[in-house]
């Protein structure tokens, strides 16, 4: 456990958060380091080692880590779940990070739905799915937890059909007639909030509205057991689950529960057995969505994974994009282009990819695709040779079902990490 740790104080939606320990201070794990700042929008920030502060800045908090550690930790002091869930620091831990305590502190007004997304929506991860083969039952507490915080009357838990064995553990233990589980087909984006919403309870939101609008709220899987440990175990958030997979020297994929957040990247791949030496790049997240990261950077609280994807191909000279709501932005393609070798010469939007009032991109029905075929002739139009698309399942056997005629090769955003763990690439599906 010895090293350094890094806490950045603005892992979250919201502002950063205001250290309270200075240099040289000696810390304990669970310790508060840095606080909400007040009348704002943020989140604690808690040390998952003991230790020495070693440099406080504006922008993160670095502890050199104790050679022993204990799993014990400071405990939560306040009395109420709503508070305690504030005062742990609990984000959203499976995308943007919006501090749990606000998407709670509104109760329902005559009864909603809690919608437990459990739907492990990128390939590769599969940490959530460990979680309820093992804790089915402290799933099901915190999800309690939360209906009664919201005065919910109904609680759902949906995952994909293909998870059996998990749906069978999360039968056995829900004993309550207001709680289910509901099936998603094993489709990319069947995570995205509002396709979930769509598919549980029928109802297709807007692009710019939130899952309360049709009197739900959704909450990731990881959140909710984290929220039972806030409540029942007085634990911040200091652990964080993640899926390690791709050029490994072990096991092409590994589960990893309760990694120390501020562990850097090296480190955990190094608790994996190891990277290999010939590597594309380190993805923080899943294929679809995840940002480039160097072995230096730290875990957050939004880290669900790690992936050191295959090398990356040779490129064609020039190069089309094809940009999706529900994958990797423009500028994400961008960097895979450079990293090729091409010269982008031409970006189009699919024709549900509608903007937003903060400048990015949602899907209007995600997973559900228009077609592609205009998309695909304009950039063939611009001169490019090939397509680097980022687009979910179904729009990628749209863009499949016209590229190839137009002589167009097609390489998607997953394709180095999936290569790397041996997994399908998107592209047609074969019904």
């Not at 200075?22 to 040390?47: C, H, P, S, W, Y």
């Not at 689950?241 to 529960?257: E, F, N, R, Y």
């Not at 932005?329 to 982008?344: C, F, P, Q, Y």
Request: aromatic share 4%; glycine share 10%; charged share 25%.
């Amino acid at each position: 456990m010895e090293g350094v740790y890094t806490y950045p104080l603005k892992q979250h939606i919201g502002g950063p958060s205001k250290p309270i320990v200075q240099k040289g201070d000696k810390v304990l794990r669970g310790q508060l380091i840095a606080e909400a700042a007040e009348n704002q929008l943020g989140a604690n920030v808690f040390t998952s080692v003991s230790g020495v502060v070693r440099e406080v800045t504006e922008q993160l908090i670095c502890i050199i880590a104790d050679e022993t550690q204990s799993k014990e930790y400071v405990k939560l002091t306040s009395k109420a779940p709503l508070d305690l869930i504030r005062e742990s620091g609990l984000v959203g831990l499976g995308g943007a990070g919006f501090p749990t305590y606000a998407k709670l502190q509104k109760p329902f007004d005559n009864g909603g739905t809690i919608i437990v997304n459990a739907a492990e929506c990128e390939p590769i991860l599969d940490h959530n799915m460990r979680r309820i083969a093992t804790e089915a039952d402290n799933l099901i507490k915190g999800l309690k937890i939360v209906m009664e915080i919201v005065n919910a009357n109904k609680g759902i838990i949906a995952i994909k059909d293909i998870h059996t064995e998990e749906i069978e553990d999360l039968k056995m233990s829900i004993n309550e007639s207001n709680i289910a589980v509901a099936t998603l087909p094993n489709m990319y984006p069947m995570g995205e909030e509002r396709a979930i919403v769509r598919e549980v309870l029928g109802i297709l939101l807007e692009v710019d509205q939130l899952p309360m609008a049709g009197k739900a709220i959704v909450i990731n899987a990881e959140t909710v057991l984290r929220i039972r440990e806030a409540v029942e175990d007085k634990k911040p958030l200091i652990d964080k689950d993640m899926t390690v997979g791709g050029k490994l020297k072990g096991a092409l994929t590994q589960v990893m529960l309760d990694i120390p957040l501020g562990m850097s990247v090296g480190d955990v791949f190094k608790k994996a057995g190891g990277i290999g030496l010939e590597y594309g790049e380190i993805i923080m997240g899943g294929p679809f969505t995840g940002k480039r990261v160097n072995l230096t950077d730290p875990i957050i609280k939004t880290t669900g994974g790690l992936i050191a994807t295959e090398e990356f191909w040779k490129g064609p000279e020039k190069i089309g994009l094809l940009v999706c709501a529900c994958g990797g932005n423009k500028e994400r393609l961008e960097e895979i282009a450079a990293s090729m070798g091409s010269k982008v010469v031409g970006v189009a939007y699919c024709k549900q990819a509608i903007e937003i009032k903060n400048g990015t991109r949602k899907c209007e029905n995600p997973g559900k695709c228009p077609g592609q075929v205009e998309k695909v002739l304009k950039l063939k139009k611009d001169g490019a040779q090939a397509l680097l698309i980022s687009n979910c399942t179904d729009c990628s056997n749209t863009v499949m079902s016209c590229a190839p005629q137009l002589k167009l090769p097609v390489y998607h955003c997953t394709d180095g990490a999936l290569r790397a763990v041996n997994m399908k690439l998107v592209r047609k599906i074969k019904v």
